[in-house]
């Protein structure tokens, strides 16, 4: 499947003409343009009011990864070279810090542990285990983004009645982080955990806005914490580059109640889905009842990049299209795109789709030449970090896109 030549399935789905996913579903119906009355299902007015980021200690820039992979790479090849010569073992492929800033964007990474990853001895983050009463690590995390989040947003833990702690990993089966944040928080109400991978943030933004909107919760805070540097694969060529720790978070309330200054009316969400295998990552509870070795490849993070590249431009593109036409309005209207920051390329395309034009650094900024992929925290960070210049009035969308697959958008109106 090329770039222009969408999935066949989606076409059929549509008509012809590519929409989305043919899996698609729009659980918020369309919001009206100014001056429309409200439909009569939409019991209250959604804003974000507040956002919060938590920026992991250390750093490691491409030099450093390059550096301790090629010298994982060589002494593989070293100790192989009868096998490799007579053809039995292939030869490790050395990366370089050219092809990551060239196929990528990414100059640099910030985790959470940088000298178990960088170990040749060992390439995965050394973190020590903690006691059950103990915050966990995903929780401290999220924690520390959320009181940022509650602080812009002019809120305290009690006044929170809903939290969503939504990631592309769990650091644990149960009980649910969010329920372990809530406590600490000293929010109320409930919390459960979800898990969309890179589109986590936007799926949990919706499922918040609806909380709000049906009156199941007034306040909900949606945390992200992507601690990806203990599932990623640092000795796969490959992906050693791709991803990075850190952790967002969004406050979502009742407009009405709201008292931030910076407040960002919610006029639409929509997310889809379609199954592949493209990404993907098979740990999980049943891999001891399968016998299987935990440290199989296919226990940790790996894709088919080129694949993915090619198969989700297109579809991202024609969902913030069509999601922005239900709701009124032209790709042209969109002052800025926080877009997923997985590939600066396809950020680059997906724009060029959208406006037919070049993208600009003020239309759809990127973080992730210093952040990488953070998975479902990215186009957040890119919320976070790039949005006060904006008037008001001014329109903005949120989108994520990948591993499942999964597209999600959030249409956002500065107040
Ligand atoms: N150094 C040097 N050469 C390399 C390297 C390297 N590090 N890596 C690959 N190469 C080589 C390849 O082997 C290939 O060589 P050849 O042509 O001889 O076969 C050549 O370079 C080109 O390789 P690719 O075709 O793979 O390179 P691309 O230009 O496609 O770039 C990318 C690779 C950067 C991975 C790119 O394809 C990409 O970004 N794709 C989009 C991926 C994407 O958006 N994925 C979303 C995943 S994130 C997500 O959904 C969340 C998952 C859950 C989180 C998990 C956290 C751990």
């Known amino acids: 499947m090329t770039d222009d030549a969408p999935d066949p399935v989606a076409r059929q789905a549509t008509g012809g003409k590519i929409d989305s996913f043919p899996s698609m579903q729009r659980t918020v119906p369309p919001q009206p343009c100014a001056g429309a009355a409200p439909p009569r299902n939409i019991v209250s007015e959604v804003v974000i009011s507040g956002t919060g980021l938590y920026q992991p200690p250390y750093v490691i820039t491409n030099a450093e ?7 994982y790479a060589e002494r593989f090849n070293r100790q192989h070279a009868e096998q490799i010569e007579a053809g ?7 990366s370089s810090v ?10 640099q990474r910030f985790v959470m542990e940088k000298e178990g990853i960088l170990d040749i001895d060992r390439m995965y ?7 059950d009463d103990q915050l966990s690590l995903m929780a401290e995390i999220a924690v520390d ?8 947003a002019g809120k305290q833990g009690s006044d929170v009645d809903a939290v969503l702690c939504s990631s592309a990993n769990m650091q644990r089966a149960y009980p649910a982080m969010a329920i372990e944040i809530q406590q600490a928080l000293g929010a109320g109400g409930y919390g459960f955990d ?26 909900v805070l949606v945390v992200n914490p992507e601690i990806t540097s203990a599932h990623q694969e640092w000795k796969d060529r490959d992906c050693h580059f791709i991803f990075g720790d850190v952790c967002t978070a969004v406050v979502v309330e009742r407009a009405e109640q709201a008292t931030s200054a910076d407040q960002w009316e919610v006029l639409g969400t929509r997310l889809a889905t379609q199954f592949s295998n493209a990404i993907r990552n098979n740990f999980g509870f049943m891999n001891r009842s399968e016998d299987s070795d935990p440290d199989a490849r296919d226990k940790t993070f790996r894709q088919e990049g080129r694949k993915v590249f090619k198969e ?16 009124g309005f032209t790709p042209q209207q969109v002052r800025r795109f926080w877009l997923h920051q997985a590939n600066q390329s396809m950020n680059q395309l997906v724009i060029k789709k959208l406006l037919g034009t070049e993208p600009t650094a003020d239309v759809a900024p990127l973080i992730l030449d210093r952040y990488a992929n953070t998975a479902s925290a990215g ?8 949005r006060s210049d904006l008037k008001s009035g001014d329109l903005g969308v949120i989108c994520s896109f990948g591993a499942g697959y999964s597209v999600g958008s959030v249409v956002v109106r500065r107040k």
């Open 65 to 71: 990864l390059v550096e301790s992979y090629n010298a």
């Open 88 to 94: 039995t073992v292939q030869a490790m492929p050395l």
């Open 98 to 107: 050219e092809f990551i800033e060239k196929a990528s964007g990414i100059k």
């Open 125 to 131: 983050p050394r973190f020590q285990e903690r006691a």
């Open 145 to 152: 983004a959320g009181r940022k989040a509650l602080a812009q």
């Open 194 to 219: 979800m898990n969309v991978a890179c589109s986590s943030a936007t799926f949990a933004i919706e499922q918040a806005a609806n909380a709000v909107r049906s009156g199941s919760a007034r306040c």
């Open 312 to 327: 989700v431009v297109p579809v991202a593109a024609a969902h913030i299209e069509s999601h922005l036409q239900s709701l």
């Open 379 to 386: 186009s957040v960070i890119a919320f976070h970090e790039y």
